[in-house]
T-cell receptor, first 116, second 109 residues
């Protein structure tokens, strides 16, 4: 079974702190994604990556950055956390076929981040 | 930009009923559509993936259909059980992945 592991289930941080959310997948997937999920808004794509050291902005990249130094690991960074970044963060991965992600997305269990 | 809508937002049915969840999308140029299940406070579990060239996919009591030209997909759940209670999300893959806000299903014993 594919396993996508997010390092923390719950995090509480203070405004202005630098926050790292880590995601690791064990199936050699090329694609990795970071979403946030908010009530009434659904899942929104923050960033994604098609390969090591490659990144693409999603719909809501402002206030976030990412790092993909190794294929299995995709990190989401909040440079200076703000209260409006309180949310559930979900990481996902998938295979890439023929240059297009045609395959199933597998999700981690999520990290619930509270910024006080 | 792709917009994905799921109706109804919430649904409550007695155990044993068959039910249909709906998903609509605005841009028919998609690679695939995926249905997920999410339990409270948890991540998403993939249920079914339909490629753009397919019309339907089945897994156990679940059947998903896709009508790309009309921008619609349905998830049919047969003989519902209390363990089916969860939020069901559809996601459309066009230039990126777009999710609906989900249908919260409660199956009453």
């Amino acid at each position: 079974d594919v396993k996508v592991t997010q390092s923390s289930r719950y995090l509480v941080k203070r405004t202005g702190e630098k926050v790292f959310l880590e995601c690791v997948q064990d199936m050699d997937h090329e694609n990795m994604f970071w979403y946030r999920q908010d009530p009434g808004l659904g899942l929104r794509l923050i960033y994604f990556s098609y390969d090591v050291k490659m990144k693409e902005k999603g719909d809501i990249p402002e206030g976030y950055s990412v790092s993909r130094e190794k294929k299995e690991r995709f990190s989401l960074i909040l440079e200076s956390a703000s209260t409006n970044q309180t949310s559930m963060y979900l990481c996902a991965s998938s295979l890439r076929t023929g240059g297009v992600a045609k395959n199933i997305q597998y999700f981690g269990a999520g990290t619930r981040l509270s910024v006080l | 930009k792709q917009e994905v809508t799921q109706i109804p937002a919430a649904l409550s049915v007695p155990e044993g009923e068959n039910l249909v969840l709906n998903c609509s999308f605005t841009d028919s140029a998609i690679y695939n559509l995926q249905w997920f299940r999410q339990d409270p406070g948890k991540g998403l579990t993939s249920l079914l993936l339909i490629q753009s060239s397919q019309r339907e996919q089945t897994s156990g009591r679940l059947n998903a259909s896709l009508d790309k030209s009309s921008g619609r997909s349905t998830l049919y759940i047969a003989a519902s059980q209390p363990g089916d209670s969860a939020t069901y999300l559809c996601a459309v893959h066009s230039n990126q992945f777009y999710f609906g806000t989900g249908t919260s299903l409660t199956v009453i014993p």
